[in-house]
């Protein structure tokens, strides 16, 4: 996205800085251990330093801080084994600011959460912090996916491709395929 479309963004979104808000919800979609934390955490790390003049932060220092320590920790390969973050327990939603040079041109808010809400057969639908996520992807500009490399490790192309499907596609599509579109957005059901 060029700068001025996101200024553009920022223009029209105005009120909702003004209240506080965060003017765009992503989500990350993946699988139990597909590495939506250590994402979060990298890509959290490069661009604090900035890439082709775009740079983010994190307005709250807590959260800043937390991000930081957690990198640093996955990076020291002294700590071996121990250095990768524990498996998430519960949601915990952060808020950044996209910057272009000094300028902020956009605010968005970024939820990690335990891969096994993704999963049919293990997530609780009556669980606060689910609906919290449910309702983070239904109303996120951007979803990513994030796969455990894993899956396209070892073995023939149809081997791979099956564990892609089972453990993938079957739990994300859901998120994708019970989206509809009017007034010229996508809109999700949520859980009742
Ligand atoms: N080689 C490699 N391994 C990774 C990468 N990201 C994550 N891992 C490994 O995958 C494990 C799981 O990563 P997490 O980021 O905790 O995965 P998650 O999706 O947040 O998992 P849950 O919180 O349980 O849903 C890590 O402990 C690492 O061992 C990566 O970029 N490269
Ligand atoms: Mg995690």
């Given at each position: 996205m060029k700068p001025q479309d996101v200024n553009n963004t920022h223009k029209n979104n105005s009120s909702q800085e003004e209240d506080g808000m965060a003017e765009r919800k992503f989500t990350i979609l993946g699988e139990v251990r597909s590495g939506k934390t250590c994402y979060l955490l990298g890509m959290y790390s490069e661009m604090t330093a900035g890439v082709g003049g775009y740079s983010i932060i994190a307005p709250n220092a807590d959260e800043d801080s937390d991000l930081t320590r957690r990198y640093q920790k996955l990076t020291?390969?002294?700590?071996?084994?121990?250095?990768f973050p524990l498996a998430t327990g519960a949601a915990s939603t952060y808020n950044f600011n996209l910057q272009y040079g000094l300028e902020k041109i956009m605010s968005f808010e970024w939820i990690d959460y335990?891969?096994?809400?993704?999963?049919a057969a293990q997530?609780?639908?009556?669980?606060s912090d689910y609906i919290k996520v449910e309702q983070s992807i239904n109303e996120s500009s951007t979803l990513f996916i994030c796969m455990d490399g894993a899956n396209l490790a070892d073995g023939t192309l149809k081997q791979k491709i099956k564990r892609v499907r089972n453990n993938c596609a079957k739990r994300i599509n859901l998120y994708i395929l019970q989206s509809v579109f009017y007034n010229g957005k996508w809109h999700k059901r949520i859980s009742k």
């Open positions: 020291n390969k002294k700590q071996g084994i121990d250095r335990p891969g096994n809400f993704v999963d997530r609780d639908i009556a669980n």
